[in-house]
């Protein structure tokens, strides 16, 4: 039996970061998610003649396939804006760009390098935006991870996540996520490579109310100590490829190999948010071992990146 969807709003208009959602919401989406993937054949017409625009300033696999499938799916459509040769606002003014959009379609999905330039969008538009990866924040994906969590796992509440590399966009997103639905985050990174104190901040704050716990740390073996998911991304991102042999050197302690996993708990999960670099980050083995759910999360961004769409575009 397919499930029935609630389609009801989320308490947001927008989607630029998971520290605005409520632990509510983010549940909510997980439901709808859960529900879109059970019934793909079923649930055709959601967005029945709902079209989203799509403004990319960075290259992209999963979250231009996923976004722009999970329109037809739901039977939308989207329309791709190649931004990587000029960024929002270089050509005409992101408030501009907005008050065009809003009156052709009905939901705007951006990836950019700066957050401000998703945050004017989201100003300026009367239409949901969408954050589809900034260089502050990565919502879609971090919401992905802990659905598939949920998945495995049944509840992330008093669950531990380590993190270890880079304190990038991802590693924001999950910390915002993780403290929202009482899981524990650990993240560990080399000196001078921590996430954003801002972050760390108020992540704190919502762990008081949530039960989590959050640890900064630059140790990757005591942070991988008991975990029950180890998850690590590239150790440069979009915009740092001159960086790249100088954080080679620096992050080489923090790769994740058999002998990380096996400090973390037994059957802990192995994660990623792609593209990965064998050797790097994460060994071969680890990656394409049987603990790793990488290619599960990059399937269940479809379907909550359908959900998201599903509960802001109605």
Not at 41 to 68: C, G, N, P, W, Y
Not at 90 to 103: F, G, I, Q, Y
Not at 170 to 186: D, E, F
Not at 296 to 311: F, G, P, S, Y
């Amino acid at each position: 039996m397919t499930a029935t969807l609630d389609l009801a709003p989320l308490s947001q208009k927008d989607l630029l970061c998971t520290s605005s959602l409520t632990a509510h919401d983010i549940e909510r989406i997980f439901a709808t998610a859960r529900a879109l993937k059970a019934g793909r054949e079923t649930h055709t017409q959601v967005l029945r003649h709902k079209r989203l625009a799509m403004i990319f300033e960075k290259d992209s696999l999963r979250t231009r396939f996923t976004f722009d499938i999970g329109m037809q799916d739901m039977g939308g459509s989207a329309v791709f804006m190649d931004h990587r040769d000029a960024r929002l606002g270089s050509r005409e003014s992101v408030k501009d760009m907005a008050k065009n959009l809003e009156r052709w379609v009905h939901g705007i999905v951006a990836r950019t390098f700066k957050h401000k330039a998703l945050e004017e969008l989201a100003l300026h538009a009367d239409i949901p935006v969408i954050n589809g990866l900034s260089d502050f924040v990565h919502p879609c994906q971090a919401l992905s991870d802990f659905f598939t969590l949920t998945e495995k796992w049944g509840t992330v509440k008093g669950r531990t996540l380590t993190y270890v590399g880079d304190g990038n966009n991802t590693c924001h997103a999950l910390i915002h996520t993780a403290v929202k639905l009482g899981a524990n985050i650990r993240v560990c990174s080399p000196e001078g490579y921590e996430p954003n104190s801002r972050v760390v901040n108020e992540a704190m704050r919502t762990a008081q109310d949530s039960g989590a716990e959050v640890t900064i740390s630059n140790d990757p073996d005591a942070a991988a100590d008991g975990a029950d998911a180890i998850y690590t991304d590239v150790w440069a991102s979009m915009g740092q490829e001159d960086e790249i042999e100088e954080r080679n050197g620096i992050f080489a302690a923090y790769q994740v190999d058999d002998e990380m996993m096996r400090r973390a708990n037994p059957g802990a999960l192995f994660m990623h948010c792609l593209p990965a670099h064998r050797g790097w980050e994460v060994t071969q083995e680890v990656m394409d071992g049987p603990q790793s759910v990488v290619y599960d999360i990059a399937e269940n961004r479809l379907h909550v990146q359908k959900a998201v769409l599903a509960l802001l575009l109605r």
